[in-house]
């Protein structure tokens, strides 16, 4: 090599270690870098999530004009056009796709694949100017869930994952916690009033103050942290299928376990949920079942 005008040769020995050191420091950004190769599917999703995005936040920096819905839920116009904006990008790539919308309801006739979207989850967040809410979109075929999207754009969070090619949040591949003590752990949990109104309060109260921590955030915001390692167990009641499609999909791919609190599997007529880092799945359901 050439170093200040003057030429020296390294010995063979110290070559070969020179290139072991560069294969494996690229081995190990391939692995903490992965790129993973994405589905047309993922493609046309994350394309509609941007375009919803822009939807969302251009009314959450102004006024946001509230109505209520026949069960007396707020809804706005941006939870309107963003989910309008999704299915209008997602039916025009696949036609012959059904969908189930927070907003606008279940289509017509059988599909083998259906998108499930939530335009925005945490809608009283968003209403108050609070960051923590965000867009879900799922893709489902054959009644399971193969895809999953879910963006914050307030918080510049985009979270994906598909059938066997891992989660991956802003691209870069995520993995659940290793804590393997409830004692050890945190827990995130929706509205406390959703456990009085699904009779099991008295069993979610001692399961939060089995663990160290517990945060009550509500909301999508609760997977994130649950697939990328930053809480290790999620809990929430009286849900709808729309609220946790994404997350069923993020949360298994990121090495996590997902089941109703009496240890089913989710489908669409789910009401109550549990995720976990997976170790501490069955020590959660102890509680609950």
Same mark, same amino acid.
């Given at each position: 090599?050439?170093?200040?005008?003057?030429?020296?040769?390294?010995?063979?020995?110290?070559?070969? !270690?020179?290139?072991? $050191?560069?294969?494996?420091?690229?081995?190990?950004?391939? !692995?903490?870098?992965?790129?993973?190769?994405?589905?047309?599917?993922?493609?046309?999703?994350?394309?509609?999530?941007?375009?919803?995005?822009?939807? #969302?936040?251009?009314?959450?920096?102004?006024?946001?004009?509230?109505?209520?819905?026949?069960?007396?839920?707020?809804?706005?116009?941006?939870?309107?056009?963003?989910?309008?904006?999704?299915?209008? #990008?997602?039916?025009?790539?696949?036609?012959?796709?059904?969908?189930?919308?927070?907003?606008?309801?279940?289509?017509?006739?059988?599909?083998?694949?259906?998108?499930?979207?939530?335009?925005?989850?945490?809608?009283?967040?968003? #209403?108050?100017?609070?960051?923590?809410?965000?867009?879900?979109?799922?893709?489902?075929?054959?009644?399971?869930?193969?895809?999953?999207?879910?963006?914050?754009?307030?918080?510049?969070?985009?979270?994906?994952?598909?059938?066997?090619?891992?989660?991956? $949040?802003?691209?870069?591949?995520?993995?659940?916690?290793?804590?393997?003590?409830?004692?050890?752990?945190?827990?995130?949990?929706?509205?406390?009033?959703?456990?009085?109104?699904?009779?099991?309060?008295?069993?979610?109260?001692?399961? $939060?103050?089995?663990?160290?921590?517990?945060?009550?955030?509500?909301?999508?915001?609760?997977?994130?942290?649950?697939?990328?390692? !930053?809480?290790?167990?999620?809990?929430?009641?009286?849900?709808?299928?729309?609220?946790?499609?994404?997350?069923?999909?993020?949360?298994?791919?990121?090495?996590?376990?997902?089941?109703?609190?009496?240890?089913?599997?989710?489908?669409?007529?789910?009401?109550?949920?549990?995720?976990?880092?997976?170790?501490?799945?069955?020590?959660?359901?102890?509680?609950?079942?």
């Amino acid at each position: 090599m050439w170093l200040m005008n003057h030429f020296f040769v390294l010995p063979r020995a110290q070559v070969l !270690r020179l290139k072991i $050191l560069k294969v494996t420091s690229v081995q190990s950004w391939r !692995r903490n870098n992965f790129v993973m190769e994405q589905s047309v599917f993922l493609k046309t999703a994350l394309d509609a999530i941007k375009v919803s995005d822009e939807i #969302i936040m251009s009314y959450y920096h102004g006024d946001i004009q509230v109505e209520t819905k026949a069960d007396m839920s707020p809804v706005t116009i941006a939870d309107k056009e963003a989910e309008s904006a999704i299915k209008n #990008i997602l039916s025009t790539a696949f036609p012959e796709h059904g969908f189930i919308g927070e907003e606008f309801g279940i289509s017509d006739g059988e599909h083998k694949y259906q998108w499930v979207i939530d335009p925005i989850d945490g809608t009283k967040n968003f #209403i108050r100017h609070i960051p923590l809410f965000g867009t879900q979109l799922a893709l489902v075929k054959d009644d399971e869930v193969i895809l999953g999207v879910s963006s914050m754009p307030a918080m510049q969070e985009v979270i994906y994952a598909e059938r066997g090619k891992g989660a991956f $949040l802003n691209g870069k591949k995520i993995h659940v916690s290793d804590v393997s003590a409830l004692s050890d752990s945190m827990i995130c949990f929706g509205g406390v009033s959703h456990f009085e109104k699904s009779n099991i309060m008295s069993e979610c109260t001692e399961l $939060l103050l089995s663990t160290s921590r517990q945060r009550g955030i509500g909301d999508c915001y609760m997977y994130h942290l649950l697939a990328s390692g !930053r809480t290790d167990i999620v809990i929430e009641a009286s849900i709808n299928f729309w609220d946790i499609a994404a997350a069923v999909c993020i949360v298994e791919e990121a090495g996590g376990t997902v089941s109703d609190m009496f240890g089913k599997p989710v489908t669409i007529d789910t009401r109550t949920f549990v995720a976990t880092n997976g170790t501490l799945h069955t020590d959660v359901l102890r509680f609950l079942t």
